[in-house]
């Protein structure tokens, strides 16, 4: 009589089938919820012609879709009735008019990313559930970049200085920092997350090969990126619980000494940004970023523990619940934030929070 091996029979609710779908329902969701949160109205016919970057890029067979952002340094849609083959078509039109430079997610079918000869950066996704895709297309970084001294000022003294003087300042408030820097290499950016992580920013750290995300010891949250075509992206957070002090009255010094250094230490190109509530990033909308990014966080590391589990661990099933408890949380934070609009820091760091979690979600299937 032949041996026979007995293997072990998972339950339904932990067979792989069952979690993934959950998960991939969960995902499916969130994802509806952020379009819902940065989307205007129902679809509608775009005339392509009005459209201020509109000649920047091939026109799409079907109009049917949103303009979220049109002006002269951003184009953003949501072109519906999109099907994958429509996508991939359009991908392969952006590359036949010259969107090959520094090209990112060529391997993935539902995202590419590249810059032209002139540096405009064309992002392009598709959401196979919806079938709609999302074009977002910024003028080039260097078009508003001069040189520069880097501000001495408290969020700019936590960073070492680029080595690079050529940039633009898209934020330098005492909340929140962002800048790009020109001029800079791909080694030029390795250096900077080295002396970064020097000056203190290694907890919660994540490093993928042209980005880098991490928080110092007061819970300041960096995140630095290599943008193609030699710039460099920098954006600093101070932790929002911090913050709240600003709106209080003046006991404090502090607060205060802040924001008086900040204006004397800004750009010019920075001053009439960041002195408006108009390019802040709202509280609201800044825990609903982040909830979705820990939500993501966890359900990578989820999954990995499932692959590496044999089907029997009873720990799963209790982490599952956990995690569905943390979407719920995910949801709330998404409906507190009740703003149908983001400027553009709020767009900027949407934008990071997104590419993070593409990295992310791209380095677990490696």
Known sequence: MENSTTQTKKPFYKSAWFIILSILVAVILIAIIIFSAVTVGGGNKIN????????????????????????????????????E???????????????????????????YEAFNDEGYNLYLSYYSSEESMRIDLTEPATAKMKEFEW??????SLLPTPKSNFGYFNSNSSNYLSVSIGNT????????????????FNVDYYSSDNSFSAKNSNGYSLYV??????????????????????????????????????EETQTPESDNNSSSNDN???????????????????????MEKYQDSDGTDLSLLTEYTEYMNKYNQVCEDFKAWDSS????????????????????LLNSLE
Do not use: H
């Open 48 to 83: 392509w012609s009005e459209l201020e970057l509109g000649d920047k890029l091939p026109v799409p067979k079907k109009l049917n879709g949103e303009v979220l952002l049109d002006n002269s340094e951003s184009l953003s849609l949501t072109m519906y009735k999109v099907s």
């Open 85 to 111: 083959k429509d996508f991939k078509d359009y991908v392969k039109e952006c590359k036949n008019a010259g969107y090959t430079v520094d090209i990112a997610y060529e391997s993935l079918s539902s995202m």
């Open 151 to 156: 501000p001495d000022n408290d969020l700019c």
């Open 185 to 200: 290499t791909v080694e030029d950016y390795e250096d900077y997350v080295k002396a970064c992580q020097d000056k203190g």
């Open 225 to 262: 990126k290599y943008a193609g075509v030699n710039v460099m992206d920098i954006t600093l957070n101070k932790p929002y619980e911090d913050t709240d002090s600003n709106n209080d009255d003046n006991n404090t010094s502090k607060p205060s000494t802040v924001e008086e250094k900040t």
């Open 280 to 302: 802040k990033l709202s509280k609201d909308f800044k825990e609903a970023m982040d909830s979705y990014e820990d939500f993501m966080d966890d359900y990578i590391d989820f």
């Open 341 to 360: 609009d983001m400027n553009s820091a709020e767009a900027a760091y949407y934008l990071e929070v997104q590419t993070r979690v593409n990295q992310k």
